[in-house]
């Protein structure tokens, strides 16, 4: 089946960067697009990029220029790197990729930038 673990999330202060890690299995990784979505408390749950499977890439304006998806096809895995990190990019972090028209989640990875 469907599984998506996200990691790498922690507690850092403003202006400093992060990576998230999401390791996919129990599907054909390459040829999906795969997303980062982001739930601050109290917030409905937003897109924050996303990546085809050639690449192409997209992002949320509230993170273009800051944050960077990319993938690793052999290795199963999709990463967000996160830098100049806000106080507002405060929230859970979660892998998602659609398969056969059914929306698939990680269990998310908490990220908190406070000083």
């Known amino acids: 089946q469907v599984q998506l673990v996200e990691s790498g999330g922690d507690l850092v202060q403003p202006g400093g960067s992060l990576r998230l890690s999401c390791a996919a299995s129990?599907?054909?990784?390459?040829?999906?697009?795969m997303k980062w979505y982001r739930q601050a408390p109290g917030k409905q749950r937003e897109l924050v990029a996303g990546?085809?499977?050639?690449?192409?890439?997209n992002y949320a304006d509230s993170v273009k220029g800051r944050f960077t998806i990319s993938r690793d096809n052999p290795k199963n895995t999709v990463y967000l790197q996160m830098n100049s990190l806000k106080p507002e990019d405060t929230a859970v972090y979660y892998c998602?990729?659609?398969?056969?028209?059914?929306?698939?989640w990680g269990q998310g990875t908490q990220v908190t930038v406070s000083s």
């Open positions: 998602n990729v659609v398969r056969a028209l059914h929306d698939y």
């Open positions: 990546i085809t499977s050639g690449g192409v890439t």
């Open positions: 129990g599907f054909s990784f390459s040829i999906y697009a």
